[in-house]
């Protein structure tokens, strides 16, 4: 997320109160592009990371993983109003925002810096709290229970989302460093990827992993939701610009190329070292791709976009094999090794490509104040291992908690019968 005026600074207008804002009223343009962004971003997670996600898992749990990714969807909108946009984008220190902005008191019609409507900024902002704790749901999808995910999911986004948020974005102390996070390296995919890691391995591996095939059971409805994940993406990386300008289209042409190149560097590896290419491989490297893309987009250009992308490819596809084959974790839907190491990479990758001296791999220049490339790399640094950190040892806290106080995981039985007629008495599916 960037400033409204200039990517990369902290986005002080949206602390300020409503009466402080822009009087002239919003630009036309620039809203009709952040509403646009706000349907496609959300059209990410519905349907896109639930049919992606629904076609992974065995047919017996469709249906729970579906109904995992909708009812996040609720429960996150419901928050967001009541505190959690005040607690992510209101006044208050470099850890957490107040209550100023709670059920959105002041947040009108009334334009941030002359640029855009603060309720279309909330908005758009809302759909990345809507699909961070849903990308969760992959590390822990066909073992934990239903009362036990929401109960998991919306305290994680009080203690964990809703601060670092506020941290990057909301004036707090890593935005105050100078962070380089454009669309969410640290935020989303870093402390999602981090939650379902600790998630898999709190609960253990699903009955029979390792020994019993876990297949996809349905690749074309995995396809679908992988293509709506790339269109999807445009939202959520060139909407960030929060301005329909060439730093929107910058955003936009480099995660495409990333994209690309994550898709076709994963397909050659796993083409190498398995003899043939999968389909589950090319759209599992074009989400590498864009995730590793997503803090950069902005400050990168369409070169740099394009070796992010072809060395994310290559990383992700060795680090989901280390993790399900080495360390046999069962991190169900290769959470952490995508969008974690895809975060981490992305991140580290800004302090490099931003640089406006490296020829054609150029990009747009460091954060204000920062006086080269080691100084803007150990703070991204910085960003990572605290953003990990946090979220490693709040989430096991969690986990914890909801597992004294009404058990995490299904019963063995249920497990072997299916989430779907377990949890939910139906089935995806009737042959």
């Known amino acids: 997320m960037t400033n409204l005026l200039k990517p990369g600074a902290v986005l002080l207008a949206a602390l300020a ?26 059209f990410m997670t519905l349907p896109g ?45 470099g850890f957490i925002g107040g209550l100023g902005k709670a059920f959105m008191a002041g947040v009108g019609e009334a334009s941030l810096s002359g640029e855009i409507p603060e309720t279309v900024f909330s908005m758009f902002q ?12 992959g590390g822990f999808a066909e073992r934990m229970k239903f009362t036990a995910m ?22 707090g102390w890593l935005g105050q460093l100078g962070l380089l996070d454009f669309a969410g390296g640290t935020v989303v995919h870093i402390t999602a990827a981090t939650a379902a890691l600790v998630a898999a391995l709190y609960m253990g591996p699903r009955d029979g992993f390792g020994h019993a095939a876990m297949m996809p059971h ?10 709506m994940l790339w269109v999807g993406w445009f939202g959520f990386n060139a909407g960030s610009a929060l301005a329909a300008n060439g730093d929107a289209g910058m955003a936009l042409m480099a995660t ?29 490297g074009m989400v590498a791709g864009l995730g590793t893309i997503t803090p950069a987009s902005g400050y990168v ?4 976009a394009l070796v992010i992308g072809t060395v994310a490819g290559v990383v992700c596809f060795a680090a989901t094999n280390f993790l399900k084959r080495v360390l046999k974790v069962d991190d169900s839907l290769d959470v952490f090794p995508v969008h974690g190491v895809g975060g981490i990479l992305g991140t580290l990758a800004a302090g490099v490509f931003a640089s406006a001296e490296l020829g054609v791999f150029s990009g747009q220049g460091y954060a204000e104040g920062i006086s080269g490339m080691g100084q803007q790399l150990g703070i991204q640094f910085v960003g990572v291992i605290a953003t990990l950190a946090y979220t490693a040892v709040v989430s096991w806290v969690i986990l914890k908690g909801v597992d004294l106080a009404v058990g995490l995981r299904v019963s063995r039985e249920q497990e072997t019968e299916g989430l779907d007629i377990a949890l939910h008495e139906e089935r995806g599916y009737v042959i």
């Open 17 to 42: 109160p409503a009466t402080a804002l822009a009087a002239e009223g919003p630009d036309a343009g620039h809203t009709a592009w952040i509403l646009t962004a706000t349907a496609l971003v959300l």
């Open 150 to 171: 929401l109960i998991f999911s919306a305290v994680w986004l009080v203690l964990v989302y809703f601060p670092v948020t506020h941290w990057v974005w909301g004036g």
């Open 256 to 284: 495409h190329m990333s994209a690309a190149a994550g898709s076709l560097a994963w397909m050659v590896a796993e083409w190498i070292r398995y003899g043939k290419p999968s389909v589950l491989g090319i759209v599992t």
């Open 301 to 304: 250009g369409p070169a740099g």
């Open 126 to 137: 809302l759909t990345f709290a809507i699909i961070t704790p849903a990308l969760i749901v």
């Open 49 to 93: 990371l639930s049919l992606f996600y629904g076609g992974l898992v065995r047919s017996k749990n469709v249906l729970s993983v579906l109904m995992q990714c909708f009812a996040i969807t609720c429960m996150a909108s419901v928050m967001w109003l009541v505190f959690g946009y005040s607690f992510a984008f209101g006044e208050g220190n």
């Open 218 to 227: 349905n690749l074309t409805m995995a396809v679908t939701g992988a293509g």
